[in-house]
């Protein structure tokens, strides 16, 4: 397996190289979509799922529509979220948000428009493959994982909570379901695309969906950490800004101690997941380690 700058390397050398053509009445959606994706961040979610086709003896190159789509579903979330109905954040990564940028209404078409190339591009891809009824179904199996993912059942679900969510009404089982469906859903999904493009087994499936649940969840909760006491500087956006809505997180709900000690335990419970396949699964084993103590 490569290792983790590496997969991000190939990611960022060909993230929008499935951009479509766009007509010159429409290239401000082009420059809207490009700068979100190129303003950096750590490509995590297109990582995992290059690292499980990797994993499980597949070719990354035929994962790489997938990767792309899916940063793109997430930088399209990234977008939508910090317009001034929904989070009302003006910095992502340190830089300008869309919206700052591009005003209110290109932002929005930027995130439809991100969104919808990661569909086009994965269903373009399956037509390379009408004459392999067995890839053609593993790549749809991934591409079904992503989309489900992202939608009312997953992170649609979860922003949803999210924007209901009062802090004085917020319940352990309400933040939960946040943690498991804004957040969770969209880390999960890449682990499974990744191993179905491969051909993986079940077994291998059901070991590495126990993993990607409690990463996702535990990076959730790593996020509310960080949003409590983070560093400004190193997250590249306002800290406290959860509490300055009126919504509750994990570390409003449980406290910082008990958010951290949960923390350490979903780390352990995603690394033990995949106790049985010992060194080769050194490279999630490791990810894990370094998500629960990152800074930013």
């Known amino acids: ?27 401000t959606i082009d420059k809207a979509m490009a700068y979100s994706l190129k303003v950096g961040g750590k490509r995590l979610r297109p990582v995992l799922l290059l690292a499980a086709c990797d994993f499980a003896g597949g070719d990354i190159k035929e994962a790489l529509p997938y990767a792309c789509s899916l940063e793109y579903i997430h930088t399209y979330s990234l977008i939508h979220d910090d317009l001034p109905a929904m989070d009302n954040d003006d910095l992502r990564r340190g830089q300008p948000t869309n919206h700052i940028v591009f005003g ?23 037509s390379e493959y009408y004459d392999d009824p067995v890839r053609m179904v593993n790549h749809a199996k991934a591409g079904l994982a ?9 992170m649609i679900a979860g922003q949803v909570a999210d924007v209901e969510n009062q802090y004085n009404e917020a319940t352990a089982e309400l933040v939960e379901f946040i943690d498991a469906n804004k957040t969770g859903a969209l880390l999960t999904a890449p682990v ?63 406290g910082i101690d008990a958010a951290k000690a949960k923390l350490h335990e979903l780390t352990k419970g995603a690394k033990d997941a995949l106790a049985s396949y010992g060194d ?15 800074k930013a």
């Open 192 to 254: 499974i695309a990744g191993l179905n493009i491969a051909g993986a087994d079940d077994d291998m499936l059901d070991n590495f969906r126990s993993y990607a649940k409690q990463l996702g969840k535990a990076f959730q909760i790593s996020d509310d950490i960080l949003d409590a006491e983070g560093d400004e500087k190193l997250i590249g956006k306002k800290v406290g800004k959860d509490q300055d809505a009126g919504k509750c997180n994990y570390v409003c709900v449980h």
């Open 1 to 27: 397996m490569l290792k983790y700058d590496d997969y991000k390397d190939y990611i960022n050398e060909n993230l929008t190289s499935f951009f479509p053509e766009i007509e010159p009445y429409a290239a």
């Open 104 to 126: 209110e209404d290109m932002a929005i078409l930027a995130g439809d428009g991100l969104l919808n190339t990661a569909a086009e591009t994965m269903s373009r891809d399956l």
């Open 146 to 154: 992503i989309i489900e993912s992202a939608g009312v059942k997953g």
């Open 280 to 294: 080769e699964a050194s490279f999630f084993i490791e990810l894990a380690d370094k998500l629960e103590i990152r």
